[in-house]
C-alpha cells in the first residue's frame, strides 16, 4: 500500500481557498487518489476521486501531477462548516476494498 | 437521500459482556464494512463482508468478533467478550460496487455507535 503524508492540521479563515497536499511517493499504477471528510463524531464521508490531471466536482477540485506522486485537494471559499479533517487515501478502485485512513489534515475555518 | 443508519447511537457494557452493534446498509448496496476509531485516533479497518462472507479483515479483527447479515436488511457486528481497549466508535460503512456513484469503491458511512466499556 503506497504510504501518503499529509500535513496534521492547517488554518483558514471564511472565504480563501484552501489547498491540501498529499504525498504518496510510492503510488502504484492501479492506484486511485481518494479524498474523504469527517466532521466530528460523524463517518466519513467522500469527496473526490482521481486518477490523472484534475477532477472537479460541486464540493472541491482535485489536482493530481503527471508523475501522480503527490494530489492536491483545492476547496473554493471555505466556510465555518469546512472545518472537519480531510483524508487522502491511495489504492485499487476496486468495489470492496478495505479504506485505510492515515491521520488525516485538520482543517479549522474561522472567521 | 439513502443512508446507512446504526443503533444504539452509543452502547455503555461492562468488560467481558457480549455486544451486538447493528447497521442497516443502503438497500441496494452489495458490500458491508466495519471500521472503528478510538478517541483521537485513525479510523481503522475491521472487516469487509460480501456475498454473505468475510471477504477481508484486519489483524485487529480477531476471535472474538464476527458478523452477520441475518436477514435482507441488517448487518451486525458482534464482540463476545469486550475488554477496555474495545472502546471506540465503529463505523459501519456499504458501498454499490456497480460504479454508479463517484467511485466503484465509494463507501458510505453511518453515524457510528459509540461503544464505553468499563
Known amino acids: 500500500l503506497a504510504k501518503t503524508t499529509q500535513p496534521i492540521s492547517m488554518d483558514s479563515y471564511e472565504g480563501q481557498e484552501v489547498n491540501i497536499t498529499c504525498s504518496h511517493n510510492n503510488i502504484a499504477t492501479n492506484d486511485y487518489i481518494t479524498w474523504y471528510q469527517q466532521f466530528p463524531s460523524q463517518g466519513p464521508r467522500f469527496i473526490i476521486q482521481g486518477y490523472k490531471t484534475k477532477v472537479t466536482n460541486e464540493v472541491a477540485s482535485l489536482f493530481i501531477p503527471a508523475d501522480r506522486k503527490s494530489s492536491t485537494l483545492s476547496l473554493p471559499r471555505v466556510s465555518l462548516s469546512d472545518t472537519a479533517v480531510y483524508y487522502c487515501l491511495v489504492g485499487e478502485n476496486q468495489a470492496g476494498t478495505a479504506l485505510i485512513f492515515g491521520k488525516g489534515t485538520t482543517l479549522s475555518v474561522s472567521s | 437521500e439513502p443512508e446507512v443508519t446504526q443503533t444504539p447511537s452509543h452502547q455503555v457494557t461492562q468488560m467481558g459482556q457480549e455486544v451486538i452493534l447493528r447497521c442497516v446498509p443502503i438497500?441496494?448496496?452489495?458490500?458491508f464494512y466495519w471500521y472503528r476509531q478510538i478517541l483521537g485516533q485513525k479510523v481503522e479497518f475491521l472487516v469487509s463482508?460480501?456475498?454473505?462472507?468475510?471477504?477481508?479483515k484486519s489483524e485487529i479483527f480477531d476471535d472474538q468478533f464476527s458478523v452477520e447479515r441475518p436477514d435482507g436488511s441488517n448487518f451486525t457486528l458482534k464482540i463476545r467478550s469486550t475488554k477496555l481497549e474495545d472502546s471506540a466508535m465503529y463505523f459501519c460503512?456499504?458501498?454499490?460496487?456497480?460504479?454508479?456513484?463517484?467511485?466503484?469503491?465509494?463507501?458510505?458511512f453511518g453515524p457510528g455507535t459509540r461503544l464505553t466499556v468499563l
Open positions: 460503512a456499504s458501498s454499490s460496487g456497480t460504479g454508479v456513484t463517484n467511485s466503484y469503491n465509494e463507501q458510505f
Open positions: 438497500s441496494n448496496h452489495l458490500y
Open positions: 463482508f460480501y456475498n454473505n462472507e468475510i471477504s477481508e
